[in-house]
């Protein structure tokens, strides 16, 4: 039943006025409702969206709250730096990001956070 449902990502924030200028500008997203409730849904590919929903005492995602799979991983990094997102980086076991930006197989990944801390990544398939 599940299999062919669009999806909706909450992602809690403590304020959603900053959060939302931050999907819209440095993301490029376009916000495509307002709940009554206050929470900001933002469109991305395939009918899916991101919701951010306010509450006071709201905690970010230390861990990778959502993905989004680009086909180009460095020009989307170089891009999303212009606009003001700073990329983490990892140099630990496994883990070492160059340029921003990690491999891990045949997969690309990097990682950044949103201005309420939340963990997002970009990836790139093989």
Sequence with gaps: MLAKST????LPVQDAHRAG???TDA??????AAGPDGTRY???????????RELPDARPSE???LSFEV???????GDLEKRG???LDYDSGDLRTVGHIATVGAEKAAWFTDTEGNCLCLHQLG
């Excluded at 999806?7 to 909450?10: A, E, F, I, L, P």
């Design 42 to 52: 933002f469109e991305v590919g395939g009918g899916n969206a991101i919701g951010l």
């Design 27 to 32: 993301l490029g997203l376009h916000e495509a």
């Design 21 to 23: 200028h931050f999907y």
């Design 7 to 10: 999806v909706v990502t909450m």
């Design 71 to 77: 086909t180009d991983i460095t020009a989307e990094v």
């Design 85 to 87: 997102v700073r990329f």
């Design 63 to 65: 861990n990778t709250a």
